[in-house]
């Protein structure tokens, strides 16, 4: 005999309790909710007072102008715990059209983390009653086990004193906080000026905040105005991003502005760029609509459930050299306070915060794992603020809050925006380094060097020795540097791109190069802090001896150079549809032969090879299948002083100058190391040649290939 029972499940009343002191995380959070409230009530102004908060018995006021509650709404919504009613549809309020922030139906609880007791008044716009009920959570949870047997007195009164009419207010009493200090307040203060976006600059929802005690006043008067330094950063980037109604690819504007205040000869010719109809270039193995990674732009599927993105960033140079000239002098401490209270890149919707991204010990971007990957490439979280703004009405079904609103649940449409907004402050990085690099020259009181080439600066060096008569001094030295250097510089072009930690360290070897020379051509040069630095040059090439090793030179031709690094790609031009033309294998130019090592030669070619199949396959992209893609590599023995080896497409062109794109870390290409046209540059140096950037009429080449044309050019063999 089977005996069935039927129950009903029930709900303690202690569950409020739980609800309240553990779906939300802090007092600012708590408030939070309640600001959030007023925001979809439409109020264009909240005020928030502290009261009688250091005398033990507090309380905190949170008033409003918005549209208030109708007693139903009182009853079927705000009564109810987990309530549906902004959940059903997306809600867009009357008068203001605002996209409702709240839809988890458990703000109310917030106010029980802050306090045991509340008294709500509200008034609905157009009525002349409004509510007013009282809750002590203490008392309410004692007087029944279970949840749905609470119940609470309202009254409809004509006594509500809102100076329009209409709008809710709520003093919370009995606060469960019992000791206020400086730095509690302060937090709470800060956070509540951090909810709405303080780069949208925006009056429709002001939040005031006020004391009616004078030191708790004076605490809440010293949190400063978010980001009152912004427009001083030295790095500022601003962008929007959406889908494109012309074509596949997403529509990106952007604007790069280098802003060295106050910084005297600072000059750089990639200050206050804009584009207004470009592309987002990305890296696609991390975006999940992404089939496969051979796609270079952003395309409109990958903004599914996202649709639009606009941010800002701004990044500082925490040095005190720097700082005084940006700021003034006796600034410092100031300005770093600042830079570490507002770090972060923080999400916005509808101008309004969404927590916890940016705070302190939230790093969404990675930023500072980046910086730790590669220091020279990226800017850290502590040097950097920003905000990122999405339209609620876009997102409000794929970008999900938890319930604790401590962050969005990482589905994938997260997962996409924080990939894509990664790439977007990536190309940040990557258009500001060569600024920062003339910063950090200015910082150590050096001359930036446009030029690359070691031996050059050697040779410069000892033109210095020799006029202040110390070239008997430090030849020994000098000679056993250039030795060490040479071999060092061997062994990481025969490692290729693999040798990319040799590559960092010969890039530190030139600017050391450089701080030596800037103390040598000063008036009274100090010879023992130069054999310092010359003999921690030499520590820094000694650690490397182990791994040196002499390259082998021999005669090769070049058509043997161009077949091989060819062979390399021959599949990528058939996948993206090239046209190569080889006018030395159909016998229309003439070959030759140079002096060199065979392997780092075909490196260097198929460096640029690689560079120039991305470039054109990318402007295939941004144009359609209508652009055919094209490569022309041949030889030259008339227009330059040697026989050359020249590589032309018809891509997009070089987007940086020569003097930079052989500079390390100098690249545009999405999570690229940029140090593969330096890495041709030393090949060529190496052996006796060099790297020309030119135009396609230097060297007669078919008015098609307008985009990137490079000659390699090789002394001539006798």
Known sequence: MNDISTYNIKASSHIITLLGDELIGSNSLALFELVKNSY?????KVSITFNNLLNGDGSIIIEDNGQGMLPEIVKNAWLVIGTDYKRKEIK???????????NKGVGRLAVHHLANSILLETQSEGTMFGSRL??????????????????????????????????TKIVLSELREKRWTKAKICEMVDKLQNIKNPFSHTDDFIIEISSNESKVKEWIDSVKSPFDLITSSLFQFKFKLHKSKINDNCKFSWSYKFNPTNIPLIKTSLANQEKSDDFLPINYKDIISSLTEERKLLKNEDLNGIEYIEGEFYSYILDSKIINYT???????????FVSSNAGIKIFRDNMRVFNYGEPTDDWLGLDQQKMKRAASHFAKGQTTGAINLRLSDTSKTLLEKTNREGFIENDYFNNLTVIVQSIFNFFERLSISDREIIKAFSNNITLQKKIGFSESINELESKLKKKNLENEFAGVVKKVKHDYDNMRDVMLNSGMSGLNLTLIFHEVEREMGFINTDISKRYCNVENIKMRIKGLMDLLEKFTPLMKKNTTSRIKASAIIEHALSIHINRFSFHDIILSE??????????????SGGLLMGALSNIIDNAIYWVSRKKEEIGNNFQPAIRITTDLENFDGPAIVIADNGSGFQLPPEEVILPFRTLKPNGMGVGLYYVNLVMEMSGGKLLFINKEDANLPDAYSGACLALVFKSLK
């Open 40 to 44: 979809d009530a439409d109020a264009s």
């Open 92 to 102: 867009v309020s009357s008068h203001k059209k605002r996209t409702s922030l709240g």
């Open 134 to 167: 009282k809750i002590n959570w203490n008392d309410l949870i004692k007087s029944n086990n279970f949840i749905d047997g609470l119940s609470v007195n309202v009254n409809n009164t004509a006594n509500t004193r809102f100076r329009d009419g209409h709008g």
């Open 327 to 337: 700021f003034g002098s006796g600034s410092i401490g100031r300005v770093k306070d």
């Open 583 to 596: 006018p030395l294998k159909s016998g229309d130019t003439w070959d030759f032969e140079v002096m060199g």
